[in-house]
């Protein structure tokens, strides 16, 4: 059976003994079988709202600056964008190299730099060295840039759902029966069966904190970024400090 929206309806409708679908029929479907594409949205929907940082669910853009612009929207699927993975890409022929952006907060860059945006002069813009995340659901640059530089940044996104037959999930093919359990929670609300779809439910919440255990628990260790000359041959001491960004530069 194929992993497409076709395929994870069909595995509902074989587990109640339903006639299955076909490719022909499929978009004209009614009734339960139009209940049954709906329990599976429903299913890959309450999986990708259960964690804001699904691997399947991220995306590293690639946007154009526009000379002297200082604000760019984000992208219209964009649950979280990660804002320390600012950088501008390496361009030969514009000559500059690639280079990571600082991040600073909002309110600083209306204390120190707002002024930016109201000069509409060549001196103001120059390559890029901080990203700010503004309220109005965009990102910003400062200086605005005196060239079209490419700037690239990651995100998470949020996916849309299924529609057609051929469609494929984002979530890998080996959580499928993940999304089929929680498939048949919905379909058995459907039909009124409370202890079916509490069981269902139960197997489905289960499924999605294995998914989690498996693709978002990490350990993470320390590193050191100190600099020291130990001569002495003795031991040297080690610490790691996470030291915020400024524009007290500029």
């Given at each position: 059976?194929a992993y497409n929206f076709l395929?994870?309806?069909?595995?509902?409708?074989?587990?109640?003994?339903?006639?299955?679908?076909?490719?022909?029929?499929?978009?004209?479907?009614?009734?339960?079988?139009?209940?049954?594409?709906?329990?599976?949205?429903?299913?890959?929907?309450?999986?990708?709202?259960?964690?804001?940082?699904?691997?399947?669910?991220?995306?590293?853009?690639?946007?154009?600056?526009?000379?002297?612009?200082?604000?760019?929207?984000?992208?219209?699927?964009?649950?979280?964008?990660?804002?320390?993975?600012?950088?501008?890409?390496?361009d030969t022929t514009l000559g500059?190299?690639?280079?990571?952006?600082?991040?600073?907060?909002?309110?600083?860059?209306?204390?120190?730099?707002?002024?930016?945006?109201?000069?509409?002069?060549?001196?103001?813009?120059?390559?890029?060295?901080?990203?700010?995340?503004?309220?109005?659901?965009?990102?910003?640059?400062?200086?605005?840039?005196?060239?079209?530089?490419?700037?690239?940044?990651?995100?998470?996104?949020?996916?849309?759902?299924?529609?057609?037959?051929?469609?494929?999930?984002?979530?890998?093919?080996?959580?499928?029966?993940?999304?089929?359990?929680?498939?048949?929670?919905?379909?058995?609300?459907?039909?009124?069966?409370?202890?079916?779809?509490?069981?269902?439910?139960?197997?489905?919440?289960?499924?999605?904190?294995?998914?989690?255990?498996?693709?978002?628990?990490?350990?993470?260790?320390?590193?050191?970024?100190?600099?020291?000359?130990?001569?002495g041959g003795g031991r040297i001491?080690?610490?790691?400090?996470?030291?915020?960004?400024?524009?007290?530069?500029?």
């Amino acid at each position: 059976m194929a992993y497409n929206f076709l395929g994870l309806v069909n595995e509902v409708n074989r587990r109640l003994n339903e006639v299955e679908l076909t490719s022909a029929n499929f978009d004209s479907a009614t009734g339960f079988y139009s209940h049954a594409k709906d329990a599976v949205n429903a299913s890959i929907r309450y999986i990708n709202q259960s964690e804001f940082e699904w691997p399947f669910n991220h995306v590293e853009q690639e946007d154009v600056l526009t000379t002297g612009t200082t604000r760019y929207p984000f992208p219209d699927d964009a649950k979280i964008i990660n804002f320390d993975s600012f950088r501008i890409k390496e361009d030969t022929t514009l000559g500059n190299s690639t280079k990571k952006l600082k991040n600073v907060a909002y309110e600083e860059y209306l204390h120190k730099s707002i002024s930016q945006e109201y000069k509409a002069t060549a001196d103001n813009n120059a390559l890029p060295n901080y990203v700010f995340n503004a309220p109005s659901l965009e990102y910003g640059m400062i200086p605005p840039p005196d060239q079209a530089y490419s700037v690239i940044y990651e995100y998470y996104r949020v996916p849309v759902d299924l529609e057609n037959a051929t469609d494929v999930p984002v979530i890998p093919e080996r959580f499928k029966h993940i999304i089929t359990d929680g498939s048949m929670h919905y379909a058995y609300l459907f039909r009124g069966d409370a202890q079916a779809y509490t069981i269902a439910m139960q197997k489905f919440e289960d499924g999605v904190k294995h998914m989690r255990s498996i693709l978002i628990n990490r350990f993470y260790y320390l590193r050191s970024s100190m600099v020291s000359n130990n001569q002495g041959g003795g031991r040297i001491a080690t610490s790691s400090s996470n030291v915020g960004s400024s524009l007290d530069a500029l």
